[in-house]
């Protein structure tokens, strides 16, 4: 049932993948309460003299938080990654993740993220200052390769394992690929065959049935989960009920799907601040509509276009709360 990171036994093993701009910690919350086992920071910058700038403050693992808490660091050079993971680990990281999967251009035009990937004496280097900086586990995130020509995955995964990372997260796709194209899991199988330590598929689970079709095909230890949990943090429940339970998913009633979706947006507020927060709080909203009104689809734009332009966040929530109870009247 559960995964294992270091001496940490997960409660289940699906994990919220880390997604800058998403995954803060209302959505932490949202994710833990439907049973994500894990919920990763956004990544944090290993530059320190950015650290104390509001964004990168709001964006580290908070110290009320519900552990374990994991932090993911991006950055380029071993010696100041590690600090910026003794940094982490100094204020309340309960595990420390390094990004080498993200394809962003302003994160590989200083080779970090995938670009990594590139450079397999860098990689060597980075693993082992940072699992000797500190004394939690390390876990690390990848892509499968640079480019379809490139796919070094399984190398980068065996220097990983030699170093002393704890975990491994791949996401079935290259850098070229951004998040566009199909995710491949044949390179995430043969990992999890060639390796010992916990291995989780990651990259287009888009249904329960494709979970189930991933986990089963690759053999790994457990999923990390992006995109589908947008507006619909509850389907940690659902593939945790069919997959890892092997009970059939519970409905979760739509009162319930609606009270999480304000106290979501409520929390957002109150983390933000209500100006900033009313702006961060749209996208989820969206997120949550366009999944909530599938019953009703011809409405998702006449409602968006309604709640999007308010600023006020008491208004942004009532007309949520009004837009939610017209919808199954
Ligand atoms: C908006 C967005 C932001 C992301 N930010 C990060 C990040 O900060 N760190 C990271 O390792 N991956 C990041 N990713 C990649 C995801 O963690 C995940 O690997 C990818 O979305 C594929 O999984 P999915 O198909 O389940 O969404 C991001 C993805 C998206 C869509």
Known sequence: MSYQIGSYRLKSKLLLAPMAGITDRPYRDVCRQYGAGLTSSEMI????SLIHTKKSQQRLPQRNEPGPRAAQIVGTEPEIMAEAARFNVAHGAHIIDINMGCPAKKVCNKAA??????DINLVKKI???VVNAVDVPVTLKIRTGWAKTKRN???VAKIAEDAGIASLAVHGRTRNQGYTGYA???TIRQIK?????????NGDIKTVEDAYFIFDYTNVDGLMLGRISHGRPWIFKEINDILLNNSPITPIPIKEKKTTAISHIDAIHRYYGTDQGVRIARKHIG??????????ADLLKPLTREI????????????LDETLNSLWT
């Open 153 to 155: 995955a399984l190398t």
């Open 113 to 118: 993220g995938s670009a990594l990937m590139q």
């Open 308 to 319: 999007f332009p308010i600023s006020d966040a008491n208004e942004q929530l009532e007309k």
């Open 287 to 296: 997120w949550y509509l366009s999944n909530l009104v599938g019953h009703k």
């Open 45 to 48: 910058t290993s530059d320190l």
């Open 127 to 129: 693993l082992h200052e």
């Open 184 to 186: 491949e899991f044949e």
């Open 193 to 201: 065959k060639s390796l010992s330590i916990p291995i989780l598929a």
